[in-house]
């Protein structure tokens, strides 16, 4: 009985001290500024498209970047970046946030963009999901992963649970949902190289400007 009440005050402990850090970090968070992001990323040119004030209230937080990007063909992709600086994350699932009327999923995965030859080799990359959509004025395919520091994922709960390491370890977490977007032109084959050239292009980038 008393090993059992010792464990229960240190779980309570542990509790009001994630309370306490949560808090601190919370009050003490300070954000980011996502319009640092290069209008420019490699040859592909970017317009910034100022944030739905809707879509913030509804994702509780003001730190939204989007913007159209289109290299020298003329091939656009679609960024859009939701920023939080702590870890009272909001981010919406894109699988509920882009169907409804008029669209519906047609395939989901995990895909993997090689950095270059080697990676392709050996499997490795920077894997993201990738959502295919039927929409009745054009498909559209969407890669999405989260960003936090260093650390970039596809997989959510990875991203969590390394928000979760931060904050034990006294170290603001704060993390990012990234998606981009392009329209299918012609077909998927053709569409997915364009994604992969751009996301080459801004995943290095992103530990310095959303950290």
């Known amino acids: 009985m008393r090993k059992k009440l010792s464990l229960i005050l ?26 640092r992001l290069p209008i420019e990323i490699g040859e592909w040119k970017g317009h910034a498209y100022p944030p739905d004030e809707r879509i913030m209230r509804i994702l509780g937080t003001e730190h939204i970047l989007d913007r159209d990007y289109a290299n020298r063909e003329q091939r656009h992709v ?3 970046v939701v920023y939080y600086p702590d870890n009272k994350i909001g ?10 009327e008029g669209s519906k999923i047609a395939g989901k995965d995990v895909y993997s963009i090689a950095r270059g030859e ?14 295919v959509l039927e929409r009745t004025k054009g498909d559209k395919v969407i890669l999405y992963f989260f960003v936090s520091g260093n650390f970039i994922t596809h997989d959510y709960l990875e991203f969590r649970l390394h928000m979760m390491k931060q904050q034990m370890g006294f170290r603001r977490p704060s993390g990012a949902q990234v998606q981009i977007h392009s329209v299918i032109a012609p077909d998927l084959k053709t569409t997915m190289p364009v994604l ?3 996301i080459r292009n801004l995943e290095p980038l992103l530990p310095d400007y959303l950290s």
Request: with cysteine; net charge negative; charged share 20%.
């Open 118 to 131: 080697t990676d392709g080799a050996s499997g490795s990359g920077i894997k993201v999901n990738r959502l």
């Open 91 to 100: 981010f919406h699932n894109p699988e509920s946030c882009n169907t409804g």
């Open 196 to 198: 992969e050239d751009f």
């Open 10 to 35: 240190l779980l309570l402990i542990l509790a009001a001290a994630m309370v306490f850090v949560d808090d601190r970090f919370s009050s003490g968070a300070a954000a980011v500024d996502l319009n």
């Open 78 to 80: 679609y960024l859009s």
